[in-house]
């Protein structure tokens, strides 16, 4: 982004994406479900990192931003949330509500 001061031009950097959210990422790789009024039926999906409130999704089949989905997440299960923004195989989505990112984190059959 470019913007002028005194007849100077000068690039501005966009603010960074970390100091923009709410809660940290934490990098994972996990299978997940998308159900969206998009498709016919849920698809498979990458979840590559998620926060308290929010996630990024790699899919085969590009989301609009606005949409409202469910993302299945392994210990949590079905959470809605909005696309906030979307490439051709990626996608940023905010949860409509708070989760725990360690839940889905714990190997499959961990209590607590």
């Known amino acids: 982004m470019s913007r002028s001061l005194f007849g100077d031009t000068y690039e501005v950097a966009p ?5 923009m959210r709410a809660s940290p990422r934490q990098s994972v790789l996990l299978s997940t479900t998308i159900t969206s009024p998009l498709f016919e039926a849920p698809v498979s999906a990458r979840v590559r990192n998620v926060s308290a409130g929010g996630t990024l999704v790699e899919t085969a ?10 993302v299945t997440l392994r210990g949590i299960g079905e959470v809605g949330g ?15 509500a708070l989760i725990d990112p360690d839940a889905c984190r714990k190997p499959l059959g961990q209590k607590g």
């Open 82 to 96: 909005e696309v906030m923004w979307a490439t051709e195989n990626r996608a940023g989505i905010r949860f409509n």
């Open 15 to 19: 603010p960074e994406p970390e100091r």
């Open 61 to 70: 089949r590009p989301l609009v931003p606005g949409t409202q989905v469910l």
